[in-house]
């Protein structure tokens, strides 16, 4: 068995062992984690300032689709929405 390992070239593998402290291992977690916040807390506060513009134009679009009026004869199958005229 020996002989065939040594001609196939499969060398016995060691378990890998290491050695990490407790105070380093908790500064490698925390630079880790800071690393993945950063790029979320961007993500994140690029989506709240588009919902805010959103929030703030809300007003003015519900009260043009509540003064809107229906055009008779109009496409019903248009995509596009021409068939409501907003004031």
């Known amino acids: 068995m020996k002989f065939s390992g040594r001609l196939l070239g499969k060398k016995k593998t060691e378990p890998l062992s290491f050695?990490?402290?407790i105070d380093k291992l908790l500064g490698l977690i925390s630079m880790v984690?800071?690393?993945?916040?950063?790029?979320?807390?961007?993500?994140?506060?690029?989506?709240?300032e588009r919902i805010d513009q959103i929030l703030h134009k809300s007003p003015e679009i519900i009260e043009r689709l509540h003064s809107a009026r229906v055009v008779e004869n109009a496409n019903k199958k248009s995509y596009n929405m021409n068939f409501y005229v907003l004031r």
């Not at 984690?33 to 709240?48: P, T, V």
Request: glycine share 6%; hydrophobic share 35%.
């Open 19 to 21: 050695k990490l402290k």
């Open 33 to 48: 984690s800071e690393k993945g916040l950063s790029a979320i807390k961007l993500f994140i506060h690029r989506k709240y």
